[in-house]
């Protein structure tokens, strides 16, 4: 019986991990993941803090995918670009850390990034928010927004952009 057991536990384990192998993939390539575990949260921040090289203000891990929505963790440890996504609201999730959110305003040193989102150096005008673990957000499309870790703090987000559905207006 013990043997029949452990053959079937090792049956099921191969089975996952074809399984799991073979997911679907999103359309822009990345593999579809509809779950995250608390423990996975865990790994990412930890990858995340590994990967950060050379004083990068920003390292991004994938949480979920569902196209067209996704899940990143944004793990900030210095003052990254502001930005603009034009088509996309973003709402945020303070996962770990503080910090500071400006949002509104102009972009200084304006630039686009690609055919849906703007960056710059920073934010002229706006409105400042302190942020801290629990905290929840969401940003208008359209909208400048730039966060900041607190002095000698990092700040980890759970970002998740939401894209307008069409024929819907928003105020």
């Known amino acids: 019986m013990r043997v029949l057991s ?6 099921m384990a191969a089975i996952s991990s074809v399984a799991h192998a073979q997911a679907p993939a999103t359309p822009d390539g990345a593999a579809l993941k509809t779950f995250t575990s608390s423990t996975e949260i865990v790994d990412l921040i930890a990858k995340a803090k590994a990967d950060r090289k050379n004083g990068e203000p920003m390292i991004a891990e994938r949480i979920l995918s569902l196209a067209p929505y996704r899940a990143t963790l944004e793990y ?8 603009v996504h034009e088509k996309d609201a973003e709402m945020m999730v303070v996962l770990e850390g503080s910090g ?8 200084v040193d304006e ?12 934010i ?9 673990k629990g905290d929840v957000l969401i940003v208008p499309e359209k909208t400048p927004h730039q966060t900041k870790p607190a002095d000698g703090d990092v700040l980890v ?3 998740f952009h939401v894209p307008r559905p069409v024929g819907v207006v928003w105020p």
């Open 100 to 107: 500071s959110i400006t949002t509104g305003g102009t972009l």
């Open 124 to 132: 002229a005008g706006g409105t400042t928010q302190a942020l801290k």
């Open 111 to 122: 630039k686009r990034t690609n055919a849906a989102n703007l960056s710059g150096s920073g």
């Open 76 to 83: 900030r440890a210095g003052l990254a670009p502001a930005a």
């Open 157 to 159: 987000l759970m970002t």
């Open 6 to 11: 452990i053959a079937l536990f090792l049956s």
